[in-house]
């Protein structure tokens, strides 16, 4: 089992709106917000569990979720001042039990990517050997989703908030695999109006 982490929990300050519930764009299916396009690309490569971790907006988030969906959990950081290593941190708590292998974590701000990434980094640390880390790649950038192996969960615990999992993937270089994809999505970061405008078009 490898669950899924959707960290969704930051206060959009440079938004200036919740980005989980931002239209996806006139592309997108009618309605589709950033956490709904993530929760059916995670189910569509096969996830089985979804937990996704919410913070200030969390009510409001809560009421646009539409019917209830077993494979779907909703939890609250209810510090999310004390950084995204918090929102990962209550994530974990959700995730790990026994038979867990890893945890596939991902970003609301990263809602292009595609099912195909996510299957084929699930894939790669399956057929792996060791492999501690995963993550997509593409000419030298990193991008999500990133898996942790169930070995480095008290690590994550132990890490600096003011760093956060960052220091956990520099302490592993050497067991990190980068997974080359062409899909643009994996790597785009939607965080500011300027942003959204550029790559969704209806801001």
């Known amino acids: 089992m490898i669950p899924a982490i959707v960290l969704a929990a930051g206060a959009s300050s440079r938004m200036g709106r919740p980005k989980a519930l931002l239209p996806i764009g006139p592309a997108g299916k009618a309605g589709e ?3 709904s396009r993530i929760t ?5 490569a096969g996830v089985e569990e979804i937990i996704i971790v919410l913070g200030n907006d969390a009510a409001a988030v809560r009421a646009a979720m539409s019917g209830p ?3 779907v959990r909703l939890i609250e950081n209810t510090h999310p001042d004390q950084g995204q290593l918090s929102s990962l941190l209550v994530g974990l708590r959700a995730a790990d039990r026994p038979g867990v292998r890893a945890v596939l974590v991902t970003l609301v701000d990263v809602p292009l990517v595609s099912a195909d990434t996510v299957r084929t980094v699930l894939s790669t640390y399956k ?3 060791g492999a501690l880390i995963v993550r997509p790649a593409r000419n030298g950038q990193h991008g999500h989703p990133v898996i942790f192996d169930r070995v480095l969960f008290q690590e994550l615990r132990q890490a600096d908030p003011a760093i956060g999992a960052r220091s956990v993937v520099h302490a592993h270089h050497a067991d990190v695999v980068d997974v080359e994809v ?3 999505g994996a790597f785009t970061d ?3 109006p300027e942003a959204y ?3 969704i078009g209806n801001a």
Do not use: C, M, N, V
């Not at 059916?40 to 569509?44: D, R, S």
């Open 33 to 35: 917000t950033f956490l």
């Open 40 to 44: 059916h690309t995670l189910q569509e």
């Open 69 to 71: 969906d077993r494979s």
């Open 127 to 129: 057929e792996s050997k």
């Open 182 to 184: 062409p899909d643009a």
């Open 190 to 192: 939607i965080d500011t």
């Open 197 to 199: 405008a550029r790559y």
